[in-house]
């Protein structure tokens, strides 16, 4: 399916930061390599919105705040299970910087999330409690988007957690698979496609989308 955006249409970019690539401190397996085709559909939107995992330190999603505690177990927390992740995404950390090869400036908004101490926070949307409202879906209507679609990292975490809710938002949500990377945890990358398609979103390629 070819895609031209609009200025109805907004890109959304999630978590493309230092700390999520490469040498980072939960490093999305090839994370960078989906930076070249993020920065040539930044160069086709007029509305570019960014996301920043922004948490302080000792976050209660870190298996560093749990005795015993080990990255990529588990705790039940006061809203449900949470995976607990390596220190990552410090607030002011370089590895809370975005990728420097990102060419992200042209964003409008820059939406930091996971900052609230005691709730982690994966979709741009709402955070993990499922009640608490980040704004971004507010800010997209009264800008007038109607359409999003949705690139970074990782797939099977923020982003797909962001293209689900955006649905429930009542967008129409367009995944490009190759702009996004995945952590694929005990088979999580299916089971995030598979939500995703159940509550439409739609999956295509970053090549598909070109300018008018």
Request: net charge negative; hydrophobic share 40%; glycine share 10%.
């Amino acid at each position: 399916m070819a895609f031209t955006p609009t200025d109805k249409d907004a890109l959304v970019v999630v978590d493309m930061q230092n700390d999520f690539c490469p040498g980072g401190a939960l490093a999305v397996p090839d994370g960078d390599a989906c930076v070249p085709a993020i920065n040539r559909l930044i160069g086709l939107f007029d509305h570019v919105v960014l996301t920043q995992d922004w948490h302080p330190s000792g976050h209660s999603s870190f298996a560093s705040s749990h005795a015993g505690g080990e990255p990529f177990g588990a705790v039940e927390l006061a809203y449900g299970t949470q995976v607990l992740w390596p220190d990552h995404c410090v607030q002011g950390t370089t590895g809370a910087e975005f990728h420097p090869d990102l060419k992200w400036t042209k964003a409008e908004l820059v939406l930091r999330k996971g900052f609230r101490a005691g709730i982690d926070s994966y979709s741009a949307f709402q955070e993990n409690d499922k009640q608490t409202k980040t704004g971004l879906a507010g800010y997209l209507k009264e800008r007038g988007s109607t359409r999003l679609f949705m690139t970074g990292l990782a797939t099977d975490f923020c982003v797909g957690w962001s293209a689900i809710d955006g649905r429930a938002e009542e967008f129409e949500v367009v995944l490009l698979e190759d702009a996004c990377r995945a952590i694929d945890l005990d088979g999580s990358l299916a089971a995030a496609k598979q939500s995703m398609l159940e509550a439409g979103v739609i999956m295509s390629a970053s090549d598909e989308v070109s300018p008018a």
